[in-house]
């Protein structure tokens, strides 16, 4: 099982919703839709020769510039093959809204609740999507880009100072 | 507001709810388990984290690639050279630096200290939780001369920040060579000992075996990687399956269990330990085939210039001023790199889009996957049971919240 052989096999089955392919240090990387997203990762799992049976993590990007915001990044590994796989999912930066794997893995719980705590992406059908490093009662979340690290009326750290 | 719910059937108005953390000393870190007790049987339990969450994701936002490498210190703070390789690497691979083999075999030298003084802590603490207090004091000490190798290497104790991206700071000294020596010579005797204390003890068999037995199933499906994992029986380990730092070079074993109890988690990281020592020896020996005062690959580019070097050569001042304010090329792309932490995979997750800092910068953090698992399987078992659970996962804290 190669890199080309499981793309192929993934646009005989998806079509033309995979997109925007490659592979960034041998690391197969795709995009797809968030309508499909659970029908690909439930095929990449559950197909007996490609067996991506292992959740490695789910996370977020921000994007404030593109029109579809937030990237949800999901990382899977199929350990029979020895392959790792990313997939993302561009989704609206003003209403992150993606359907759960928990059906697929317990694993993606904590996961997608520290990605909904920290870009507020919500998980339709998560069974508990709460925050879960931050307060409750934090009211922002706070990964946006928007949201500067430091106090932003500080005058000693600008970039200008630095020849950029 | 969002309050997890715990009550389940309780008409009598039976149950007992107990705050387990976030500061008590079973916990063995700053986290905070709500459980509601049936005399001394988990009924139902709710894990609250993030008590020392410090935003580390949104720091690396802001910090060149060179100042990412403490974040990693206190991820999981015992084995912080572990975490600070990975991250050099991951940089390392970003940029395509091809490291010299001395530089890899000194790397594996002190990842696998790491990996031993985080095995002796989470071994000595499950026996310190079944009762036996002797281990723990006795095995401790080595931690200890771990800590003092360190030390001659870089100077600090628990957050070594040790190496730099492109190789070490400085080569390892005599001292340092000669304190590793003592250290393989020393600690297989205690290792021996310590087993001979707990291996075929009756009281800690009968606290650990067939308790908190976990299916390979199940330990994948909560996406459970290192010991853990191992202990469950599904023989996946990074430094095999993906080999990083040279570890292709290297003659060793992967230990499996089989049921996933805490018996086995604590049987896999004993074998372990004798695997790291195994490791460590081969890379003393390989060393000596190597040429000496190799500690760093040649990229001047990348790699931060000595201070002295800074002060009386111009090329080196430029590379120095460079690195030092983020105007290094460094190539638009993304990348993951993981490596077999003390808890698990350690993941690198490094979007960068060739500025300053990096784009965006994602930790899988074993411990905080591992632990997920911790409430639901608590459920029916009784408190001082869990207590151990708990011990025989080695959540670290720093890591559970980076």
């Keep these: 099982m190669t890199n080309h052989d499981l793309i192929q096999s993934l646009t005989e089955k998806f079509g033309e919703k995979i997109t925007g392919v490659n592979e960034p240090y041998g690391l197969l990387t795709f995009e797809t839709t968030k309508d499909i997203i659970i029908n690909v990762l439930a095929f990449l799992k559950e197909d007996s020769l490609i067996r991506f049976n292992f959740l490695t993590d789910i996370t977020a990007v921000h994007y404030p510039e593109k029109k579809h915001g937030i990237a949800v990044v999901y990382h899977l590994h199929s350990m029979v093959n020895k392959m790792r796989i990313r997939i993302k999912v561009f989704i609206d930066g003003h209403h992150p809204e ?33 925050r879960i490093l931050n307060m409750d009662d934090l009211g922002v979340f706070p990964m946006l880009k928007q949201y500067p690290l430091e106090d932003p009326n500080r005058v000693d750290k600008k970039d200008e100072y630095f020849g950029r | 507001m969002n309050q997890p719910i ?24 700053v986290f905070q388990n709500v459980i509601q007790l049936d005399g001394e049987r988990i009924v139902s339990g ?13 720091i690396a936002e802001h910090r060149p690639f060179y100042q990412i490498t403490p974040l990693t210190d206190r991820l999981n703070y015992c084995s912080s050279p572990i975490n600070n390789m990975g991250w050099h690497m991951t940089v390392e691979k970003l940029l395509n630096i091809k490291m010299p083999k001395r530089v890899d075999y000194l790397r594996v030298i002190i990842m696998e200290l790491a990996r031993i003084s985080d095995h002796i802590i989470c071994n000595t603490i499950i026996a310190q939780d079944t009762g036996a207090t002797t281990t723990f004091l006795y095995l401790f000490q080595f931690r200890e001369h771990i800590y003092e190798i360190y030390e001659e290497i870089c100077g600090a104790r628990l957050t070594t920040n040790i190496g730099r991206i492109g190789g070490f700071e400085r080569d390892f000294n005599e001292i340092a060579f000669a304190k590793i020596n003592k250290f393989l010579k020393e600690f297989p005797v205690a290792l021996r000992e310590f087993e001979s204390l707990l291996n075929r003890n009756r009281i800690f068999i009968d606290r650990t075996a067939k308790v908190a037995a976990v299916s390979a199933e199940q330990a994948l499906d909560y996406g459970w990687t290192g010991p853990l994992l191992r202990s469950a029986g599904v023989d996946y380990d990074v430094r095999v399956s993906d080999p990083y730092a040279s570890y292709e070079d290297f003659d060793f074993e992967v230990p ?103 784009y965006r910068l994602h930790f899988r953090r074993p411990s905080f996957i591992n632990y997920q698992m911790f409430a639901p399987m608590s459920k029916g078992m009784l408190l001082s049971d869990a207590i151990i659970n708990m011990s025989s996962m080695n959540i670290i804290a720093g890591e559970l919240d980076a």
């Design chain 2, 6 to 29: 715990y009550t389940d059937n309780d008409p009598q108005n039976e149950l007992v709810t107990l705050n387990l953390g976030p500061t008590h000393p079973a916990t063995h870190g």
């Design chain 2, 256 to 358: 499996v269990g089989t049921s996933g109890d805490i018996y086995d988690r604590y049987l896999v990281r004993n074998e372990e330990m004798w695997q790291s020592l195994r490791l460590i020896e081969q890379g003393m020996e390989k060393l000596k085939h190597e040429p000496k005062g190799i500690f760093h690959a040649d990229v001047p580019e990348f790699y931060l210039p000595a201070k002295e070097e800074v002060y009386n050569n111009m090329e080196a001042l430029i590379y120095h001023f460079k690195i030092v304010m983020g105007e290094i090329d460094t190539p638009k792309s993304e990348i993951y790199h993981s490596v077999e932490g003390g808890n698990g995979e350690l993941g690198f997750y490094l979007i960068n889009d060739g500025g300053r800092t990096p």
């Design chain 2, 46 to 58: 709710v894990s609250t984290i993030g008590y020392i969450h410090r935003a580390f994701e949104k």
């Design chain 1, 98 to 130: 993606i359907p759960s794997a928990t059906t697929l893995w317990n694993a993606a719980n904590w996961m997608e609740r520290e990605t909904y705590d920290f870009f507020g992406v919500k998980f339709e059908g998560h069974p508990d999507l709460r």
